[in-house]
């Protein structure tokens, strides 16, 4: 057990341990979006920044089949921001939280040594969509495509450049595909620590380990921050997910089955 995992655990509570607390028919949700660990000046815009941040906390809304209404923020500025950038900052938000019919209702701001960021997002769902419900046999599938998170972060970690529509600046959500579908999932999450860390966390849940019925190299398996869909359904129901996909414009691969046997990460902690 890494020490996020050992942390998380010292908290007994049921509603710890999907992308968000289920709590009757509302989901509330929490990411933070620091500068020097998610991100670095000069790698975004500061209207990319907010956008990104507020999209990571979206996602863990449509990973739960959740629709979101309201958002909390939390913003630490350093002092020598200016008012243009503010209101650049305050552009990302708005116009991202906008785009998903999210109202902007309050939060804190305060003075720090680097920006730092952290968004509540609080979300009404009628059929929640949970990581417990993979059984013996389901597939496993992902949305997207994945690995290119990685590499363009290691782009820049080099003092590259990448396209401004690089999935490491601007996330492509599945809400519509995981609207459409969700009555064909039997669990899902998004995938922010990687396909292969995150597959851990459905098997250690659920008990299930999994079959790969296609290769998946490790610099894909392992590359974090994707925030596509990762997902399981009834091998009957292959058809009906296929065509759902095919409707939203959503592409998915299928990558294994979930059998009884344990299951062993083969990627580093993302956290600590």
């Not at 920006?115 to 609080?122: G, H, K, R």
């Amino acid at each position: 057990m890494n020490l996020e995992n050992y942390f998380i655990s010292q908290f007994k509570n049921a509603h710890i341990g999907d992308d968000g607390a289920l709590i009757d028919d509302t989901v509330y949700s929490k990411d933070a979006f620091f500068e020097g660990i998610h991100f670095k000046r000069e790698w975004m815009s500061y209207y990319q920044i907010a956008a990104k941040a507020m999209s990571v906390n979206i996602s863990d809304a449509i990973a739960m089949n959740a629709k979101p209404k309201y958002a909390l923020l939390s913003v630490a500025m350093p002092p020598y921001m200016t008012m243009a950038q503010m209101r650049e900052l305050v552009s990302g938000f708005q116009e991202t939280a906008a785009k998903y019919g999210i109202e902007i209702i309050g939060g804190d701001t305060i003075k720090n040594t680097k920006l730092d960021i952290t968004v509540t997002v609080v979300s009404k769902t009628i059929k929640p969509l949970m990581r417990k419900g993979l059984r013996r046999g389901h597939m496993v599938a992902y949305s997207g495509e994945l690995g290119r998170s990685a590499k363009d972060l290691k782009r820049l970690l080099n003092l590259g450049n990448i396209h401004k529509n690089s999935k490491f600046v601007n996330i492509k959500l599945r809400d519509k595909f995981v609207s459409k579908c969700s009555r064909y999932l039997s669990c899902g999450m998004d995938i922010s620590d990687g396909l292969f860390s995150d597959l851990g966390k459905l098997s250690s849940v659920n008990r299930m380990g999994f079959k790969f019925c296609r290769h998946v190299p490790k610099r894909v398996g392992c590359s974090g921050e994707e925030y596509e869909m990762l997902f399981a359904f009834d091998k009957r129901n292959t058809k009906s997910v296929l065509r759902v996909a095919k409707l939203c414009r959503t592409p998915i691969t299928i990558v294994a089955q979930s059998v009884r046997k344990s299951y062993k990460n083969r990627c580093k902690a993302h956290h600590f």
